[in-house]
């Protein structure tokens, strides 16, 4: 088995010599991110602005652990609102949304288009980095130690986006086929994880993916494809899409250290916070868990 430590050490510390490592892409998009990253850098602070939904938390925490690598000098603010949230005009504001880029003196992460080459012919395909993406990447090209810890969660973006509920987004299937290859990530079907969480597949035999959790090592990749696939047919004619349905099937993403799986955290995540008794609360602690632990929950 690969040494996981001393491969991530190798990777990792190529990675923050040049991003463009992991994320060729990034050439795309280098000279729009140099920009904010400029404008950071000659702020005396900033202030990073997120509502408590949960892509924006991300996008933050990114910004956040770039931050504390390189010592810069910020506040943190979540409100309810961005739009009526009122800038003091004295530092630097970034907040994370998909309007303008430039709001009350700020600046605004956007989702941003890229062009990806997938596949064995390295085809070009066109899509949308989510906020989540850009904003992991702006860190990337700041940060070191702790966005490290962070890199998984850039896949998060992409996921909670709904592109997947109608169709096939081939940036979060790169973004996930890089950090598998490069070592950050494991791809496994359902039946790996342990405590998957079954509530955005309503219908499926939890009783029968248990039995099949327990024989699955016994059988072969064959009759492992075709039990797996006889267990979910009657989710394909629920309201999933076909996308996100194999990626929640067969294309669960894991990493060393992990007791969950990234789709089960972004569920029982997204519950919590639309639970809480109070939102901003939640959301500030769920930031100061992300940047510590690396995961969700």
């Known amino acids: 088995m690969l040494d996981w430590l001393k491969f991530n050490n190798l990777v990792f510390s190529n990675l923050f010599v040049e ?13 729009e991110l140099e920009e904010i990253k400029k404008a950071i850098f000659s702020s005396e602070s900033v202030t990073l602005v997120s509502e408590p939904k ?20 910020y506040h943190r603010k979540v409100v309810e609102d961005i739009s009526e949230f009122v800038h003091d005009g004295e530092n630097l504001c970034i907040f994370f949304s998909e309007e303008n880029k430039f709001k009350n003196n700020g600046i605004c992460i956007n989702s941003i288009e890229v062009t990806i080459n997938l596949g064995q012919h390295k085809t070009p395909r066109v899509g949308k980095l989510d906020v ?17 810890k962070l890199l998984m969660l850039i896949l998060a973006g992409n996921w909670l986006n709904s592109n997947l509920d109608y169709t096939y987004d081939p940036i979060f299937t790169y973004l996930r086929d890089s950090l598998q290859e490069n070592g950050y990530i494991s791809i496994v079907p359902i039946v790996e994880v342990q405590e998957p969480d079954l509530i955005e597949l309503p219908g499926i035999d939890s009783v029968g993916l248990k039995l099949l959790r327990d024989e699955w090592n016994k059988i ?6 075709k039990r797996l696939s006889e267990l979910v047919k009657t989710l394909l004619t629920s309201s999933i899409g076909v996308a996100r349905l194999e990626e929640l099937i067969w294309h669960r993403i894991l990493v060393q250290g992990w007791d969950s799986d990234l789709a089960s955290q972004c569920s029982r995540v997204q519950r919590e916070l639309n639970s809480s008794s ?6 500030s602690r769920l930031i100061d868990k992300i940047i510590i632990n690396g995961r969700l929950n």
């Open 19 to 31: 991003p463009l490592i992991i994320f060729p892409f990034l050439s795309e998009i280098k000279s």
């Open 220 to 225: 072969d990749l064959d009759e492992q494809s």
């Open 278 to 283: 109070n939102r901003l609360v939640s959301a």
């Open 132 to 148: 989540v993406g850009v904003s992991g990447c702006l860190a990337l090209m700041i940060g070191n130690d702790r966005v490290e």
């Open 54 to 73: 949960l892509g924006q938390l991300l996008s933050l925490s990114f910004l956040e652990a770039s931050f504390l690598d390189s010592g810069i000098l």
